[in-house]
């Protein structure tokens, strides 16, 4: 929820030193060449170097194995097994989940990452040399191994499994130290040990219908004609003006005794550090949006998005709130609250219609283990037209429903001006429509500096919008920007903002000035909309909250 108010001082301070760490190499490969990595098609060849399998030559294909040549062993990736089950010997490289022995054979499931279902290698021990069988002793779950074997149909519950012929143990898993056993962990737990999350179902799902929704948000403004503009981590503004700023310095914070401090023209010490003796001579501090330099960039090319990690020092612990989280930021010129909203609802309708295409295997185990109607829900999104509410309806409504019992609210006082609380939002959402809904016309005073006044609202409102959907809240703030140099001005003293600061931001209002709008998608909000993942914790690989900053 954008919210205005005076700058605060940032808090938490930040160093910015980045290490960089010897890469380890791969014991087993080397990768040789990537050949057509682009969205969707990723095929390339791996040269094995090491291998404990005496394999001359193994190719590597993720969507398709046609150019391999036959003398080779194909390197198969589980989730092209179904797709294209292969005549000949291949090899599967991946994880260990399972091992089950009996008196004849052994059955190893292995997981490669690729899919969630993983593949059953069956072992006959008649059937596999010698070194095999004692590297089936050894196997307990969470090892790597390589099996070679024919994918053949299944007798059991799967389609296809590997007849297998070698199985080596390329890097043990002592069972007794691997803090992932066979049993469910709770979310909780796993998220004390995010190293070693991402080889879980539910991680590993959330970490797929990830990776395809970038690379389709990506694809929906590449494909409309947006320019990908990658605005900077560190700046010295205030986008939202609300001072949850991590400050950036290579001051020296354990020596506070040294620290430069202002000084008055008679060299007399002032209270406040001398910022003109930081790394960048003034405050710096991590972006909260890239917001304002992406209008520099609408204000030239026209339409451009920004999609990259945004920073934020609330000291918020609920299920929403990041301290550090990615943002997808479209800003569009000659456009104003209405374009951002028919932009910011085709953008999701091709988003979650890509996900359903693409990640059915992994949407159906949401389904099943966290919320059965979630693909019904998402089918709905791509179909029905969202709902457009303005804020005064929205108050409207929601005061006639805490009217009926008060008692069951949180906070059950609402009335123009309120900033809406999450369970607000979510009733409207959920409940009142039952579908996303975009609640626009936004009180001035709780919105930020830089949303456009609304000529026609009685001067109380702002041409801003929230997009709210079902089970989240709030996945979308935008607005139409001020564009009135004068106005912008006014706006920002009543704020006590320093237009000093602004300077560059105003220069857009003083040459060529244009009505533009944009908005910002919270994109771990909208990774757990899609995964139905309740927390935003487990939308991200190494999430950074009050208190944690592991791994
Ligand atoms: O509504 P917000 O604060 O809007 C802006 O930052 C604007 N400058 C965007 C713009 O117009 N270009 O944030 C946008 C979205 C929210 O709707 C929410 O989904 C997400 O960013 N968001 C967070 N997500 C995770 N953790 C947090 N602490 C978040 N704060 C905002």
Not at 147 to 174: A, F, H, T
Request: glycine share 6%; proline share 4%.
């Amino acid at each position: 929820m954008v919210k205005s108010g005076k700058k605060n001082m940032a808090r938490t301070c930040l160093i910015a030193a980045i290490c960089a760490t010897a890469r380890r190499t791969n014991p087993i490969r080397s990768v040789s060449a990537f050949t057509g990595s682009s969205l969707g098609s990723a095929s390339r060849q791996t040269s094995v170097s090491t291998s404990p399998f005496s394999f001359s030559k193994l190719s590597m294909s993720t969507e398709t194995d046609s150019e391999v040549a036959s003398s080779s062993k194909i390197l198969k990736r589980i989730k092209t097994v179904d797709a294209a089950p292969t005549d000949g010997e291949v090899a599967i490289k991946g994880w260990v989940r399972t091992v089950r022995k009996q008196k004849t054979l052994a059955f190893v499931e292995v997981n490669d990452g690729s899919s969630l279902s993983g593949i059953q290698c069956v072992l006959p021990f008649d059937d596999i040399d010698e070194a095999s069988k004692k590297e089936i002793d050894n196997l307990s779950t969470g090892c790597s191994v390589e099996v070679v074997g024919k994918i053949v149909e299944s007798q059991g519950k799967q389609k296809y499994e590997v007849q297998s012929s070698n199985l080596r143990i390329v890097g043990e898993c002592p069972a007794d130290t691997y803090p992932l056993a066979k049993k469910r962990h709770s979310l909780e737990y796993l998220r004390t040990i995010a190293h070693l999350r991402p080889r879980t179902n539910t991680v590993a799902a959330v970490a797929r219908v990830r990776s395809v929704l970038a690379g389709s948000i990506h694809q929906f403004f590449q494909d409309t004609g947006f320019v990908y503009v990658q605005t900077p981590l560190i700046t010295a503004s205030d986008c939202e003006g609300a001072g949850e700023m991590f400050r950036v310095t290579t001051l020296d914070l354990d020596n506070v005794g040294e620290l430069p401090m202002k000084k008055d023209e008679d060299g007399k010490t002032l209270a406040g550090v001398d910022y003109e003796e930081d790394f960048f001579g003034k405050p710096a501090f991590l972006t909260v949006s890239g917001q304002l330099g992406g209008e520099t960039h609408a204000c030239a090319l026209g339409d451009i998005y920004t999609f990259g990690p945004t920073f934020r020092a609330e000291n918020s612990q609920t299920t929403r709130h990041l301290a550090e989280f990615n943002m997808v930021e479209p800003e569009m010129a000659f456009a104003d609250l209405n374009s951002a909203m028919d932009n910011a609802e085709n953008m999701l309708k091709y988003v979650v219609g890509e996900a359903l295409k693409k990640c059915d295997e992994d949407l159906t185990f949401f389904s099943k283990f966290y919320d059965k109607g979630l693909k019904e829900r998402l089918e709905k999104v791509v179909k029905k037209p969202f709902v457009r509410c303005s804020y005064r309806d929205a108050i409207k409504y929601l005061q006639e429903e805490i009217a009926k019992d008060p008692s069951k609210w949180q906070f059950p006082d609402v009335e123009f001006g309120t900033d809406l609380a999450t369970e607000h939002e979510r009733w409207l959402a959920e409940t009142k429509f039952n579908s996303c809904v975009f609640v626009y016309n936004y009180p001035k005073k709780i919105k930020a500096f830089y949303m456009r006044d609304n000529d026609e609202d009685g001067g109380e409102t702002v041409n801003a919008m929230d997009l709210l959907v079902p089970g989240v809240g709030e996945l979308v703030g935008g607005s139409q920007r001020e564009d009135r140099l004068d106005v912008l001005l006014e706006k920002m003293s009543e704020l006590d903002l320093d237009p000093e600061d602004y300077w560059w931001y105003l220069d857009l209002r003083r040459f060529g000035s244009v009505p533009h709008a944009g908005y910002g998608l919270g994109f771990e909000r909208l990774v757990c909309y899609v995964t139905s993942v309740e927390n935003i914790r487990e939308a991200i690989a190494f999430p950074r909250y009050p208190g944690n900053a592991e791994f």
